[in-house]
């Protein structure tokens, strides 16, 4: 059985975990986030919603991740085993921004290594398997992270002594790879389109539906990069860039949050108020000195949004730090007209209804516009 050797290095500290107590990295962590990308670049290349001159929603989708990654019906196309080379365990103790909801947890530190190993059982696509997992790595690396809040930050990797490519170099890449492994199998190979006010159904990188950029450091310290991007302050001049930007979008609307409180205290309803931070996932949670906490969620049963942000960290050949800022626009991180609710936490009487914003294009612009003064 052909096999795959690839070994990780944790740039920053990684939540990884089976019981949101200890940090455990396991095969169905690495095999949910692989997926995760894969359902990503697959619709690039092919029509996910056709197979076999059959028109179905997702069935193209379905038979490509079936082929690689196995269901009910039919097994997976490789194995996973993971080995601890160098694991630095901590408990976390610190109560800041980014790591809310993480308190008491245990975490692998930055520099912490690990073997991923991969069984190829599929003989007839034994080169281009390997490749397409160490591609889907290597794109994880670039974008994303593994374990808890990895969308801020945490968890993020290098895959050590592997080439080092651009994110559109990387694309190029998998889409060959896929192309070569996919051909003849009955898909159809024209890339997806999504019609539905250019939205596509779930975060895809295709060609308009994602941003992305870097921001260089120019720092070594770890700690000073998350100050960097999450310090919470009063003061708008002094806040990271994250928080600086979300305290935009916030004031986009003439302080939103502000003219809330004034209709919750006016006994209102129903309001025309519009939270444009809501972009950045849900619930959102606010605490105000002598008044209590109140809360910002989805009206309806899916209270909790993902944000379309994905903040990576890594380092240079000179061990200074930069970030790679990914957004993805999807169905699945919003509603076309976003209907929330705001209020009292705990109280249902004490809520209105108030509007979301999917306006990719402020995310954006503030974003950037904050990295530029950094």
Request: one cysteine or more; a positive charge.
């Amino acid at each position: 059985m052909e096999k795959l050797k690839l070994t990780i290095n944790f740039t920053t500290p990684s939540f990884a975990s089976n019981n949101r107590k200890d940090f455990k990295l396991t095969s169905q962590t690495i095999r949910g986030i692989l997926r995760f990308w894969f359902r990503a670049i697959i619709p690039r290349i092919i029509n996910i919603h056709k197979y076999n001159e059959c028109d179905k929603k997702f069935i193209g989708l379905k038979k490509a991740e079936e082929l690689i990654f196995g269901s009910t019906e039919r097994k997976s196309s490789f194995d996973l085993v993971i080995e601890t080379v160098d694991k630095l365990l901590e408990k976390n103790n610190k109560n800041t921004y980014y790591l809310y909801g993480l308190e008491g947890r245990k975490f692998s530190r930055e520099n912490s290594e690990f073997k991923l190993i991969f069984y190829i059982k599929n003989k007839q696509m034994e080169d281009s398997l390997k490749d397409l997992l160490k591609n889907l790595l290597l794109l994880i690396s670039t974008v994303g992270g593994i374990g808890a809040k990895s969308r801020k930050g945490l968890g993020s990797f290098e895959v050590l002594g592997e080439k080092k490519y651009e994110l559109e170099e990387l694309l190029k890449i998998l889409d060959n790879i896929n192309k070569e492994i996919f051909k003849r199998r009955g898909f159809e190979f024209e890339p997806t389109k999504f019609d539905n006010k250019n939205v596509s159904d779930y975060p895809v990188l295709m060609d308009g539906y994602y941003e992305f950029f870097t921001k260089e450091l120019k720092t070594k310290s770890l700690e000073k990069v998350f100050e960097i991007l999450f310090h919470n302050s009063r003061d708008r001049n002094r806040k990271g860039i994250y928080l600086k930007t979300k305290y935009d979008l916030r004031m986009e609307g003439n302080d939103s949050f502000k003219k809330a409180i004034n209709a919750l205290n006016l006994n209102k309803r129903t309001t025309n108020i519009i939270f444009y931070q809501s972009i950045l996932g849900l619930p959102i949670n606010y605490y105000i000195r002598g008044k209590g906490q109140f809360k910002l969620e989805s009206k309806g049963k899916e209270n909790r949004k993902a944000s379309p942000l994905f903040i990576s960290i890594h380092r240079d050949k000179n061990n200074d730090y930069f970030v790679n800022f990914l957004i993805m626009k999807s169905k699945l991180t919003s509603d076309l007209e976003p209907k929330l609710v705001f209020g009292a936490r705990n109280k249902i009487r004490n809520k209105i209804e108030i509007k979301g914003s999917h306006e990719y294009g402020k995310l954006i612009r503030n974003l950037r516009d904050n990295l530029e003064k950094v």
